[in-house]
């Protein structure tokens, strides 16, 4: 009796070496060697794994897609990935995890740039930090969203910059959001360049220079909130002060709620008794000496 032989690799096999051809090794043979086989055929042990194997992991109906069109699409709310080919003629900033891209000393201990500073200094500097930079903590004003003042007028950034489409989308909607946020603030005294000498003591009946010089002094005691910052926490006092308007007409001012203005004008005067009245004022630095 003459020996069968692999329909596949051809090699002869013994009575034990044989396996027939099912329907998944048959579907395997044709679609990947177009070989047709018979029922009267055999194939070796080696050459039939990858069929079964094939088989077993063959996706079912329910995890396909329904047609080939859908499957191409990209998900909902997703943008695809482009290469960035949009020149800008925009200051950037150099990108890199290892270092700190203003100081440019290593890590490790490197933060994560906030999205509300790249923002904030791109539309007040025009300087693009990217998403890719890092940087030292000890940069950050005492409030954590800002940089000092001489942090800006050091850096060393590149003339122009390549961005992606959605590079490009995420920067305009974190300029618009910032300019609507913006738009909602009636009254706040976080950007002292908007009011002149006069403009602040009408309010608050200090200088700008004297308001700056009392945030100095209690910005490590205050800290800011979602509802507001110590210097409007500070302002709110100031023109509590100045003007005696009741709480409910400042909440409007202030666009904050009527409890948070009560707290802030706690805040503030607790803060003051503690670390400003007690070094500044006569009465109160003679007894602290004697």
């Keep these: 009796m003459p020996l069968k032989t692999c329909i596949l690799c051809e090699k002869r096999l ?3 070496q044989r396996s027939p051809v099912n329907k998944h090794v048959a579907k395997y043979l044709k679609k990947n060697f177009l070989i047709e086989t018979t029922q009267d055929q055999f194939i070796c042990g080696k050459c039939s794994r990858p069929a079964y194997y094939a088989a077993s992991h063959q996706p079912s ?8 069109s859908t499957s191409s699409l990209p998900p909902q709310n ?7 080919s949009i020149k800008l003629n925009i200051k ?4 890199s995890h290892a270092y700190c891209f203003i100081c440019k000393k290593p ?5 994560v740039v906030p999205t509300s500073t790249r923002t904030e200094t791109f539309i007040q500097h025009n300087i693009l930090i990217t998403a890719e930079s890092r940087c030292c903590p000890g940069h950050f004003k005492q409030n954590g969203t800002s940089y000092e003042e001489n942090v800006i007028s050091k850096l060393s950034t590149i003339d122009n910059v390549f961005l992606n489409r959605s590079s490009l989308l995420n920067l305009l909607t974190a300029v618009r959001e910032y300019c609507v946020c913006s ?5 706040s005294f976080d950007d002292l360049t908007t009011f002149s000498e006069e403009d602040m003591l009408n309010l608050t009946g200090i200088s700008v ?4 010089a009392l945030l100095k002094a209690v910005e490590l005691s205050i800290r800011n909130t979602p509802a507001r910052t110590v210097a409007t926490t500070i302002g709110i006092f100031l023109f509590k002060l100045k003007s005696g308007l009741s709480n ?3 909440s409007t001012l202030f666009d904050v709620s009527k409890s948070s203005v009560r707290r802030a004008i706690q805040t503030s005067r607790k803060v003051l008794m503690t670390d400003f009245v007690p070094f500044n004022l006569a009465f109160h630095t003679f007894h602290a000496k004697m």
Excluded: Y
Excluded at 61 to 68: F, G, L, W
């Design 61 to 68: 109906c329910a995890q396909q897609p329904s047609c080939a």
């Design 107 to 111: 890590g490790p201990k490197l933060i």
């Design 183 to 187: 738009k909602s603030k009636r009254l």
């Design 92 to 95: 950037t900033t150099s990108k």
């Design 78 to 84: 997703v943008l695809p990935n482009s290469p960035p």
């Design 14 to 16: 013994k009575i034990h």
């Design 248 to 250: 409910k007409v400042l």
């Design 209 to 212: 220079s004297n308001f700056l």
